[in-house]
């Protein structure tokens, strides 16, 4: 079953469409992230479905309810929605608890009480109950903040950036936790994002948007070895692109040499290109008998404690790659690239 479902979703600034034909489905208790560049319409989308902005068409429904269609505009506060932004939000003036407790303001002084210190318990705060945000750090703020927009236990919640403004080394620690205060609630969540590593850290699954467009929405692991855009395979990693040709079984001919996939191939699809990425490729010295026709030169070398990282030139391409050791490169070096099985990213040109 859906907690979220949005179909032919469209939306324009003074005639200029941000949301083109949207379709998005969020199944229950799962965690979906926009993922996409900046303007192509993620804040938009998050916007229509909280009934922020009123769609010029398209259909939205929340937890079995239609609070957007042809005749139907349910209002923002009554979609039963929690938000989550960036800049927190919280009120100043507001202790911690009051702040937990500012949707919560209907409800009895018991009930209250009760919702307010388990949520206090369940963001790890009980001791900072008293305190005003500004006493807060950032992690705290945001634990704060997600403790306040579940404490009504919303059908469906929204997060908007939350931990862009969050110093990166205790970053991933906070998404690990927001993560798990969000599955042990059995909520479902929609989280916008350009980084790609807060994407998988945080997601189930996440659906990739283009000039107001889903272009694809899966599993991480399944967006990579199955894109169904160039547009989808590139966003999600550096690669180069080879002229390929489908030779039978799982192989293709390139200009590199052969190139094998360790996943099934559409045997209809003969001509067209390769998006390899980096770890695919292994660096080689230069054979005279090398099978590869296209000239791979290395561009820098960067020592990076662990790792070298070598800038290679491909025929007219750029590509890095990792290499555990120095090897006998250096810059300026004409070397051959092999190419190793993998499960192959094939496009029709
Ligand atoms: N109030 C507005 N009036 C006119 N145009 C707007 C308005 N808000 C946003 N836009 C435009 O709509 C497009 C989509 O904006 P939106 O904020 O949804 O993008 P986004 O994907 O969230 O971007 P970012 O990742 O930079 O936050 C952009 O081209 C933006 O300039």
Redesign the pocket.
Known sequence: MSDLLIEHLNFD??G?K??DNLSLMIEKNEIVC?L????????????AIAGLIKPSEGFIKISNKTVNDKNVFIAPEVRNIGMMFQDYALFPHLTVAQNIGYGLLSRDKTFKRDRISEMLHLVKLEDLGERYPHQLSGGQQQRVAIARALAYKPSLLLL??PFSNIDHQVRFQLIEDIRRIIKDQQVSAIF???SKDEAFAFSDKLAI?HQ?EIIQQDTAKMLFHQPKAKMVAEFLGQGIYLDAQYQGGQCFKTSLGDVISTQAVDENKQKGSLYVRPQYLSLQAKSTESSGIDDVTILSKRFMGTRYIYRLKVSAQEIEVVATDDGLFNTGDRVDLNILPHPVNFFIN
């Not at 996409?36 to 916007?47: H, Q, R």
Request: a neutral charge; proline letters at 0%; one cysteine or more.
């Open positions: 600034y003074q200029n941000v949301i926009l996409g560049a900046s303007g192509c319409g993620k804040t938009t989308t998050l916007k908007d950036e916008v994002t350009h948007m107001g």
